[in-house]
């Protein structure tokens, strides 16, 4: 009697230790996920300061929509008037997984962010007036254009 209850203690505590690997396993790879969207999101809102700040150097935006391949944004007015403009800008976010694995891959992830300016066209001053997260994903764009 005092064996198998010996013995049944010893399988409780093993599957009890089996399940705490597995969680603590799922924990890591869920923080580096968050890790790696995190860094995704703020590599896109870099690309929306930058696409901003070309903004302001520019005196008459010269299409209606354009796209910036050097900083991965999309311009686009979607109002004008005679005293400024209304602005939309998208940006594309995206970092490397750190830990590609052979059997399973692992692509970068993406964030695409979308920005509302209003522009000023005496000064060219800019002011936000409101931004989004469109969508993230971790598969590859198939398009180069947002």
């Not at 008459?60 to 400024?84: I, K, Q, R």
């Not at 059997?103 to 522009?119: C, G, H, S």
Request: hydrophobic content about 45%; proline content about 3%; glycine content about 2%.
């Amino acid at each position: 009697m005092i064996i198998a209850w010996v013995l049944s203690m010893i399988i409780i505590v093993s599957s009890l230790v089996g399940y705490l690997e597995h969680s603590t396993a799922l924990q890591i790879r869920l923080l580096a996920i968050e890790h790696e969207a995190h860094a995704a999101f703020v590599a896109a809102e870099n690309t929306l300061n930058q696409c901003e700040a070309q903004l302001h150097s520019m005196s008459v935006l010269t299409m209606p929509t354009s796209y910036d391949a050097s900083t991965a944004c999309e311009v686009a007015v979607v109002d004008a008037n005679a005293t400024g403009e209304l602005i939309r800008i998208r940006a594309l976010g995206s970092v490397a997984a750190k830990q590609p694995r052979t059997f399973k891959p692992n692509p970068a992830k993406q964030t695409f962010l979308e920005l509302m300016v209003y522009r000023n066209k005496q000064d060219h001053t800019i002011e936000r007036l409101s931004w989004r997260v469109l969508w993230s994903i971790s598969h590859p764009v198939q398009s180069k254009h947002l």
